[in-house]
């Protein structure tokens, strides 16, 4: 369904799934013997040890900012660790969470890019349990934000994307990108509470990019409406098994997440899941890097804003429409089983 831009604060109404493109740039199915049952007995039985936990100065002094052109062809540039603490970019505040900003303050003439940030975390993972504490996200006409994984040699290594949409969405769209011979069981669909909205091949090749996306249409998974609430928790297990994304609006954290002893196994139903019936985990996803990072326009906010990609980067010329772009985080951490 293609998406539309309602009012002047050109409101997503639908997510665009068809035009969301890959961010890799460090850049069909594969059964293998593993079954839903055995799924979720696995991760009953699973325990996890804290690993990393990055909060406050760790995401200045340990993570890493990309600073090349943005592949995904969006109207930024994303600067270096110097350049986004100079300028206001990317700093902790005193209550101890970190900020990662565009620049709101620059007016720009036509063909210009806006400053922006986008950082990797420090080690890389394969299997674990990920849980990341999001204050609060960005949003605003041409915005489009995401938190994600990716491994090397993209697509081979793998995509996750956990929280991702364009301009003032109010859903949030769960991807897979992959290589070849990677899909979503469809058969599952009843063990997550998200729907399914794009095509069940994962793999990107020959410029088709989509991959397997799963959308949240809850009330506040995304956005302004996210934010309103102070934000969330957005958990994501890998293991042999598949791949599960859990969002936790900030009323509802269970409790073993607050005590640094998180058991999915208490958590309920995922939001998303992407089951290895289909598509080989160990395969397709390894030594993948945690990724904040804020584009405008480009392939899908450019194509999904009302006009079409030359409308959208004329909204970049003025500052005022990125009061509202900015990553707040409280903290990230890692668990190992």
């Not at 041409?142 to 859903?171: H, K, Q, R």
């Not at 070849?180 to 058969?187: H, K, M, P, Q, V």
């Not at 793999?203 to 397997?212: E, F, L, P």
């Not at 042999?240 to 009323?251: E, H, L, M, N, V």
């Amino acid at each position: 369904m293609m998406p539309a831009f309602t009012s002047s604060l050109f409101i997503l109404a639908l997510p665009l799934v068809a035009l969301a493109a890959p961010h890799s740039d460090i850049l069909r199915r594969h059964p293998n013997n593993a079954t839903i049952h055995n799924a979720s007995l696995e991760t009953r039985a699973t325990t996890y040890k804290l690993k990393d936990h990055y909060t406050g100065k760790d995401f200045l002094r340990d993570w890493d900012f990309f600073s090349a052109g943005d592949p995904t062809h969006g109207a930024v540039n994303y600067l270096t660790k110097d350049e986004a603490t100079k300028k206001g970019l990317a700093y902790v505040q005193k209550d101890g969470t970190t900020v990662l900003a565009v620049d709101s303050k620059t007016k720009l003439g036509a063909g210009q890019n806006r400053d922006s940030v986008r950082i990797s975390s420090p080690n890389s993972y394969t299997f674990g349990l990920f849980i990341a504490d999001i204050f609060a996200m960005p949003h605003g006409p041409s915005v489009w934000p995401a938190y994600w994984t990716v491994g090397p040699n993209w697509p081979n290594g793998g995509e996750i994307d956990i929280l991702e949409g364009v301009g003032d969405s109010t859903t949030n769209q769960m991807t897979l990108h992959t290589s070849s011979d990677c899909s979503l069981d469809s058969s599952v669909a009843s063990q997550f509470s998200g729907k399914h909205t794009s095509h069940l091949s994962c793999a990107s090749k020959n410029g088709d990019n989509d991959g397997c996306g799963i959308t949240d249409f809850s009330t506040h998974a995304y956005g302004h409406n996210f934010n309103m609430i102070a934000g969330g928790v957005y958990a994501h297990t890998v293991a042999a098994s598949g791949i599960k994304i859990w969002y936790f609006p900030r009323t509802a954290i269970p409790a073993d997440i607050t005590a640094k002893k998180p058991n999915p196994a208490n958590w309920g139903q995922p939001t998303a899941f992407w089951a290895s019936s289909t598509c080989d985990i160990s395969t397709h996803f390894k030594d993948h890097v945690l990724t904040f990072d804020t584009t405008l326009c480009g392939d899908w906010a450019g194509n999904a804003f009302p006009g079409g990609m030359s409308a959208c980067n004329k909204v970049v010329q003025n500052p005022a429409n990125y009061d509202l772009a900015q990553w707040k985080l409280n903290y990230v951490s890692v668990y190992t089983s």
